[in-house]
């Protein structure tokens, strides 16, 4: 069973920057999108970002310029680059991974950004 594993979340201040990693634990076949959704309190979970396996990225317009997604095919990785936090980014963020047979989700990293 494939587990995607991801670090980076924490407690950073408004402004502040925070990288956010998701690695399969094993090789996934055919993957197709991989991408991050947040979910906040109270609110639906959220697309933040998503980029396919050509490299296409695609981005929620809430964080268009401070956020970048990128991946490493070779690792079955995707990482996600936040600058310029806002307190409205604070919520725990899911990684997920579209393959041809499956679709995988992360066990969720709290980000949390004080004012």
């Known amino acids: 069973q494939v587990q995607l594993v991801e670090s980076g979340g924490g407690l950073v201040q408004a402004g502040g920057s925070l990288r956010l990693s998701c690695a399969a634990s094993?090789?996934?076949?055919?993957?197709?999108?991989m991408g991050w959704y947040r979910q906040a309190p109270g609110k639906q979970r959220e697309l933040v970002a998503d980029?396919?396996?050509?490299?296409?990225?695609n981005y929620a317009d809430s964080v268009k310029g401070r956020f970048t997604i990128s991946r490493d095919n070779a690792k079955n990785t995707v990482y996600l680059q936040m600058n310029s936090l806002k307190p409205e980014d604070t919520a725990v963020y899911y990684c997920?991974?579209?393959?041809?047979?499956?679709?995988?989700w992360g066990q969720g990293t709290q980000v949390t950004v004080s004012s």
């Open positions: 094993r090789s996934i076949f055919s993957i197709n999108t």
């Open positions: 997920n991974v579209v393959a041809a047979l499956n679709v995988f």
């Open positions: 980029i396919t396996s050509g490299g296409r990225t």
